[in-house]
């Protein structure tokens, strides 16, 4: 009995430091992604009719980032908030092509 409560607690800091060395990571990718979008666009790096492009697939990459390591969409027991944010960009997607037609 004693030994499994070993484990246990000794598996504890080592969960601890994934989560913190995951979310140091992700930080950094979004942070490097925000360096490359602001170069891109203050250098004229990438021609003017791939900027909103590039800078959309870089953004949607940070979305998902996000998501996924701070709001924990990972982890076992977020279908429903997996749901809504589905439905929210279904919905916003309606909406948009909706208001452009109407344009």
Known sequence: MQTSTQTTTSQQPSKKQD???KHLLSFAVMIVLT???FAAVGLKIIP???VIPVLLVMAAIQVFLQLFTFMHL????SFFPILFI???IFVAIVSAVGIFMLL
Do not use: E, P, R
């Not at 990972?74 to 027991?77: A, C, N, T, Y």
């Open 19 to 21: 989560g913190v060395s």
């Open 35 to 37: 360096a490359i979008a």
């Open 48 to 50: 003017t009719h791939l």
């Open 74 to 77: 990972d982890q076992k027991g």
């Open 86 to 88: 589905c439905a929210g």
